[in-house]
């Protein structure tokens, strides 16, 4: 049976770390202080809380789903509740890394809690974790150190606003690290936007859309074996259009072709797109050029 171990919250991630709460919803721990048997050498820990932790050593196999980690020491790894990540620890494995959690009821009603989403990286797939320079590493500590402290105070009127705000702060260093990230990973990046485009082209050649539908996003970041989150801002960032935008102007593109140098019908072209019914391609058109595809052929005569 799976080792599975589960953290709804943060005492018991406290307990099963061998860590005293000093708050309900929210902790700064150092893993090198944890219980050792708290580490065994294959689990699984399902987070119902947000966590971020900054590996400061290499402990081993992890795996998010069926990927591996991408991962070395100076990395962070960011988990949303509901995920279900695996470990496989080294024999000799030292814990050593420096993390936050946070329940979500600690952000509720808040300005983070509203935003919280725009922090897509704690969708991403665990291959996209965030490598820091030593700079990046600093930064990263010094914002721990402060919700840390707020932690060990007694709680007043001012704990959670001040937490919150410390915690959006990081985070928003992290938005900023990855952003860096995707610069500094500029060639792999275009190797993926080439496979987007390849495969995105692929799609159409035969009959995947005919049989499938509209391809999705989620798609073609599989294919590329990442996260429909990472994936959609490595395309955004590399391109300044989402894939979403991608895709529509490309079945844009076919449908103008086909309707213009083929004798196909309507509805033959709206199949062959993926549309499962020809009065959404017609909507789907019209939408995009202000004409339907009728009215747009009869115009080019």
């Known amino acids: 049976m799976e080792n599975l171990i589960k953290f709804n919250s943060i005492d018991e991630y406290n307990k ?4 005293e709460t000093k708050h309900p919803l929210v ?29 400061q050593t290499y402990c081993g196999d992890i795996t998010y789903g069926r990927m591996p980690y ?17 470990v496989k620890h080294r024999p000799d494995y030292e814990p050593n890394a420096l993390g936050l959690l946070f329940h979500p009821d600690l952000i509720r009603g808040t300005s983070l809690g509203q935003e919280i989403k725009q922090y897509s990286f704690f969708s991403y797939s665990s291959t996209e974790a965030l490598h820091l320079s030593e700079q ?16 060990e105070r007694p709680i007043d009127n001012h704990s959670k606003k001040l937490i919150c705000r410390n915690i959006e702060l990081l985070l928003d260093y992290c938005m900023r690290f990855y952003e860096r990230q995707f610069i ?33 996003v ?10 429909p989150n990472y994936f959609g801002d490595l395309i955004k960032r590399e391109t300044g259009r ?46 995009n050029t202000g004409m339907t595809p009728s009215e747009y052929r009869k115009a080019s005569v």
């Open 70 to 86: 991408d991962y070395q020491e100076g990395t962070v790894t960011s988990f949303a509740p509901g995920q279900v990540v695996h």
């Open 218 to 227: 989620k798609y073609f970041a599989e294919k590329c074996f990442l996260s």
């Open 184 to 216: 500094t990973r500029k060639v792999v990046n275009r190797d993926i936007l080439t496979k987007f485009e390849n495969e995105l082209d692929g799609y159409f050649e035969g009959d995947t859309a005919a049989v499938n539908g509209l391809p999705t």
């Open 16 to 19: 099963a770390m061998g860590f």
């Open 136 to 151: 990046e590493k600093m930064i990263y500590k010094d914002c721990l150190e402060k919700i840390k402290i707020e932690t």
């Open 242 to 287: 989402t894939p979403q935008e991608y895709i529509q102007n490309k079945i844009m593109d076919l449908a103008k072709d086909e309707l213009l140098g083929t004798r196909k019908t309507i509805n033959e072209i709206s199949y062959g797109l993926g549309f499962q019914y020809s009065q959404h391609f017609n909507r789907y058109f019209k939408r």
């Open 27 to 55: 902790a700064v721990v150092d893993l090198k202080k944890a219980d050792k048997k708290a580490f065994p050498q294959e689990v699984s820990y399902y987070y119902g809380v947000y966590a971020l932790f900054l590996k």
